[in-house]
């Protein structure tokens, strides 16, 4: 199993409150799933992700990565994790404005100590297979929305990840691109049995994901939406 | 990737980067300009010290005369018989500087002897007078003193008539030539001929002033008489004290003043700074009475607009410079902490990417050094330039030393009339000054701490904010809202 979560909670102390972002998840993720985790706003999704990506631990409990503790690890040794196992789309695709889109993607190659030519090699290839190969010399503001988040999924699988965790990837996008990117991670899921995490709070997106997890109030709300993954024929038809 | 991130950055935030950069460069501007000019004051401090007290010479030991002692000056310019009257004469007069008693050339080794003294030698500073003209005239009853008698004073009801009188003064100055790297001449250089030969030791030659010489006409190989006897001019120094119009072996000079085996001055080297006190405390020992004068004495009593400068370079220079420094690098701390926190999401990011606390410190700190080396490159220019500028005004210090029992310099401008004060008190109570001009000195060791200084405020304010950087919970910093 790629991820054990057990009894996991997280609560933040906010000005004298405690907030409960997560309340006693037990899940187990494998390899290969495509999971959409769906929820309403202030819910604890981004919050369960963030653990999954080793970007924050639980207060409570424990997030195994391929059995490992991931509370138990060093930040350096976390630091590697991320490296090498984690690729990270964000809803508001946090590319570095000053970066080109090709020196954005070399960005996630800089902790694995390649060579500038291998690293630029690699970055450009990922560009293309995000449709962007002719784009890798501009920056992020001389780029559309969905062109920019299409650097930021070349950003996130430029070192061939284990798990990409998207968070509202489609968020700060129209319908039209949205679709755009949702097929170009399903793609990913399909083609390369890339595994994918996504959190959205859009049902329409999370049915094309193998399995949904509805999250209320930092738990999960019904288990039973934790289905089998969805079959091909029944996915919503992908514009591109 | 590493400076191509640091160089996008900067460019991206130019303004606040030209800005940090500038107030870096202001302060190191500062510091530079402050301590070149600090430097000029020292320089001019040394060379006013060495003028006046000669280079090598940590000691000086001289002995003031005692009250009574010596006379008054007797020329003998009265007529001894009536049929003088009218007639040439010609008066030399070679004395040891009044106010100074004569010390025995053994207090000298007894000195040489101390512990902690590399070296002392004697010298004798004498002043030479001669004066030529006619007798004077007498006209009506005298009662003058005896035939043959030269010197007394003139009692007489008549009235003399007017004679005119030459008089040429000047001082001497008998040097050891066994060890001339202290003592009158080391502070001296030869701008013509040569200085004395180890075994000049009683030859009748003499090295003049420029002053002097120019003064009075005297080339390298012509020759003066002083006391009657010719001397050979074999050298012409130069010297912004002028400490004698005319220095001659210090032998020559104790027979020209019939003062064998005395001097009336001891130079005296140290073998370490340290033990000047103590060698001091051994010389009013070994010669008691003695006026025995540090070259820190004499600094003390440096007097005028150059202990002004020295003043102002080292208290208000200093803490101005420091001041400028410190906020310098408080603003460019300030703007790179704020920078920090405006890039709190970008560093959340990257560190989400794997990038670890330690390679974002050191982008910040990359960005910061930048930011240092040209601002210290620019203080330096701007500092560069505000010392040449100072050094191209070039200011006059003046340096005045009030005599303590430091019988040196230039109390050469005797002359007067033979009833007037004459050399006598001419010698006595002088105040020397000495003119120098200030030049800002930057040294490549002052380029090396001020460009350490730039790059040290700015690896500071960096530090700062890669701390604040590192700091950061990716969590944290990927929730922060832009």
Same mark, same amino acid.
């Given at each position: 199993?790629?991820?054990?979560?057990?009894?996991?909670?997280?609560?933040?102390?906010?000005?004298?409150?405690?907030?409960?972002?997560?309340?006693?998840?037990?899940?187990?993720?494998?390899?290969?799933?495509?999971?959409?985790?769906?929820?309403?706003?202030?819910?604890?999704?981004?919050?369960?992700?963030?653990?999954?990506?080793?970007?924050?631990?639980?207060?409570?409990?424990?997030?195994?990565?391929?059995?490992?503790?991931?509370?138990?690890?060093?930040?350096?040794?976390?630091?590697?994790?991320?490296?090498?196992?984690?690729?990270?789309?964000?809803?508001?695709?946090?590319?570095?404005?000053?970066?080109?889109?090709?020196?954005?993607?070399?960005?996630?190659?800089?902790?694995?100590?390649?060579? %500038?030519?291998?690293? /630029? +090699?690699?970055?450009?290839?990922?560009?293309?297979? &995000? @449709?962007? $190969?002719?784009?890798? %010399?501009?920056?992020? /503001? +001389?780029?559309?929305?969905?062109?920019?988040?299409? &650097? @930021?999924? $070349?950003?996130?699988?430029?070192?061939?990840p284990r798990v990409i965790l998207a968070d509202e990837p489609s968020g700060n996008l129209d319908e039209r691109t949205r679709d755009e990117i949702i097929s170009l991670l399903e793609n990913l899921w399909r083609e390369r049995d890339q595994t994918i995490i996504l959190v959205t709070h859009d049902s329409h997106i999370a049915a094309r994901a193998s399995r949904r997890l509805w999250l209320d109030a930092g738990a999960v709300a019904d288990p039973n939406i934790a289905g089998e993954p969805v079959p091909p024929e029944e996915l919503v038809p992908s514009p591109v | 990737m590493f400076l191509t991130y640091i160089y996008r950055e900067l460019r991206r935030r130019h303004r606040q980067a030209i800005l940090t950069s500038l107030g870096l460069a202001?302060?190191?501007?500062?510091?530079?300009?402050?301590?070149?000019?600090?430097?000029?004051?020292?320089?001019?401090?040394?060379?006013?010290?060495?003028?006046?007290?000669?280079?090598?010479?940590?000691?000086?030991?001289?002995?003031?005369?005692?009250?009574?002692?010596?006379?008054?000056?007797?020329?003998?310019?009265?007529?001894?018989?009536?049929?003088?009257?009218?007639?040439?004469?010609?008066?030399?007069?070679?004395?040891?500087?009044?106010?100074?008693?004569?010390?025995?050339?053994?207090?000298?080794?007894?000195?040489?002897?101390?512990?902690?003294?590399?070296?002392?030698?004697?010298?004798?500073?004498?002043?030479?007078?001669?004066?030529?003209?006619?007798?004077?005239?007498?006209?009506?009853?005298?009662?003058?003193?005896?035939?043959?008698?030269?010197?007394?004073?003139?009692?007489?009801?008549?009235?003399?008539?007017?004679?005119?009188?030459?008089?040429?003064?000047?001082?001497?100055?008998?040097?050891?030539?066994?060890?001339?790297?202290?003592?009158?001449?080391?502070?001296?250089?030869?701008?013509?001929?040569?200085?004395?030969?180890?075994?000049?030791?009683?030859?009748?030659?003499?090295?003049?002033?420029?002053?002097?010489?120019?003064?009075?006409?005297?080339?390298?190989?012509?020759?003066?008489?002083?006391?009657?006897?010719?001397?050979?001019?074999?050298?012409?120094?130069?010297?912004?004290?002028?400490?004698?119009?005319?220095?001659?072996?210090?032998?020559?000079?104790?027979?020209?003043?019939?003062?064998?085996?005395?001097?009336?001055?001891?130079?005296?080297?140290?073998?370490?700074?340290?033990?000047?006190?103590?060698?001091?405390?051994?010389?009013?020992?070994?010669?008691?009475?003695?006026?025995?004068?540090?070259?820190?004495?004499?600094?003390?009593?440096?007097?005028?607009?150059?202990?002004?400068?020295?003043?102002?370079?080292?208290?208000?220079?200093?803490?101005?410079?420091?001041?400028?420094?410190?906020?310098?690098?408080?603003?460019?701390?300030?703007?790179?902490?704020?920078?920090?926190?405006?890039?709190?999401?970008?560093?959340?990011?990257?560190?989400?990417?794997?990038?670890?606390?330690?390679?974002?410190?050191?982008?910040?700190?990359?960005?910061?050094?930048?930011?240092?080396?040209?601002?210290?490159?620019?203080?330096?220019?701007?500092?560069?330039?505000?010392?040449?500028?100072?050094?191209?005004?070039?200011?006059?210090?003046?340096?005045?030393?009030?005599?303590?029992?430091?019988?040196?310099?230039?109390?050469?401008?005797?002359?007067?009339?033979?009833?007037?004060?004459?050399?006598?008190?001419?010698?006595?109570?002088?105040?020397?000054?000495?003119?120098?001009?200030?030049?800002?000195?930057?040294?490549?060791?002052?380029?090396?701490?001020?460009?350490?200084?730039?790059?040290?405020?700015?690896?500071?304010?960096?530090?700062?904010?890669?701390?604040?950087?590192?700091?950061?919970?990716?969590?944290?910093?990927?929730?922060?809202?832009?």
């Open positions: 199993m790629l991820y054990e979560l057990h009894d996991v909670s997280k609560r933040y102390d906010q000005s004298k409150k405690q907030v409960v972002a997560l309340n006693g998840i037990d899940l187990t993720i494998a390899e290969g799933e495509f999971l959409a985790i769906q929820g309403s706003t202030g819910s604890g999704k981004t919050t369960l992700l963030q653990m999954l990506g080793a970007l924050d631990g639980p207060t409570a409990g424990s997030v195994l990565f391929e059995g490992q503790d991931l509370a138990k690890m060093t930040e350096r040794q976390l630091s590697r994790l991320r490296s090498n196992a984690f690729g990270f789309v964000f809803q508001a695709f946090n590319l570095i404005p000053t970066l080109t889109a090709q020196e954005n993607v070399e960005t996630a190659l800089v902790p694995l100590r390649i060579s %500038a030519t291998e690293r /630029a +090699e690699r970055a450009r290839s990922a560009l293309a297979e &995000v @449709g962007l $190969a002719e784009r890798g %010399a501009h920056v992020p /503001a +001389e780029l559309s929305g969905g062109e920019q988040q299409r &650097v @930021g999924i $070349a950003r996130a699988l430029v070192h061939n | 202001l302060g190191i501007c500062l510091v530079v300009v402050v301590s070149a000019t600090a430097g000029g004051v020292r320089n001019a401090q040394t060379q006013v010290l060495h003028t006046l007290y000669g280079v090598g010479t940590d000691i000086t030991v001289s002995q003031n005369a005692t009250q009574g002692s010596g006379g008054p000056a007797q020329f003998g310019m009265n007529p001894g018989s009536p049929d003088q009257q009218g007639q040439r004469f010609s008066r030399d007069r070679i004395n040891s500087t009044s106010g100074l008693a004569l010390i025995s050339d053994k207090k000298v080794t007894s000195i040489a002897n101390l512990n902690g003294v590399s070296a002392a030698v004697g010298g004798l500073t004498l002043s030479s007078i001669h004066m030529s003209g006619h007798f004077a005239q007498v006209t009506g009853g005298t009662s003058g003193p005896p035939a043959g008698q030269f010197g007394g004073s003139v009692t007489s009801t008549a009235t003399p008539s007017q004679a005119p009188i030459k008089i040429d003064a000047f001082s001497i100055a008998g040097v050891d030539v066994a060890d001339q790297s202290i003592g009158p001449l080391s502070s001296a250089t030869i701008t013509s001929g040569r200085t004395f030969s180890m075994s000049e030791t009683d030859a009748k030659v003499v090295v003049v002033d420029s002053g002097y010489a120019k003064q009075n006409s005297l080339a390298v190989g012509d020759t003066m008489k002083i006391g009657g006897v010719k001397f050979t001019v074999i050298g012409v120094s130069k010297s912004a004290s002028a400490d004698a119009n005319v220095y001659m072996p210090l032998q020559r000079a104790q027979t020209l003043a019939d003062e064998k085996g005395k001097v009336n001055q001891v130079y005296v080297k140290a073998t370490s700074a340290t033990l000047i006190t103590q060698v001091k405390k051994a010389i009013k020992a070994t010669v008691p009475g003695a006026t025995v004068t540090t070259a820190q004495d004499l600094a003390n009593q440096v007097s005028g607009s150059l202990s002004s400068a020295s003043k102002l370079a080292n208290q208000l220079g200093k803490w101005l410079a420091i001041a400028a420094l410190v906020a310098a690098i408080a603003v460019a701390s300030l703007l790179m902490l704020s920078a920090v926190g405006r890039r709190v999401r970008e560093f959340g990011t990257l560190k989400a990417l794997g990038w670890r606390s330690r390679r974002i410190v050191s982008q910040v700190l990359g960005e910061a050094l930048a930011m240092g080396v040209a601002g210290g490159i620019a203080g330096i220019g701007l500092g560069y330039a505000g010392a040449q500028l100072i050094s191209r005004l070039s200011p006059s210090l003046q340096a005045t030393v009030a005599n303590a029992g430091f019988p040196r310099g230039g109390a050469t401008t005797f002359g007067g009339s033979p009833g007037g004060a004459g050399p006598s008190s001419a010698m006595r109570g002088f105040a020397h000054t000495v003119t120098v001009n200030l030049h800002a000195v930057v040294s490549p060791a002052l380029l090396a701490v001020a460009i350490a200084l730039a790059i040290g405020g700015a690896l500071i304010a960096g530090a700062l904010g890669g701390w604040r950087a590192a700091r950061l919970s990716p969590a944290d910093a990927l929730r922060r809202v832009d």
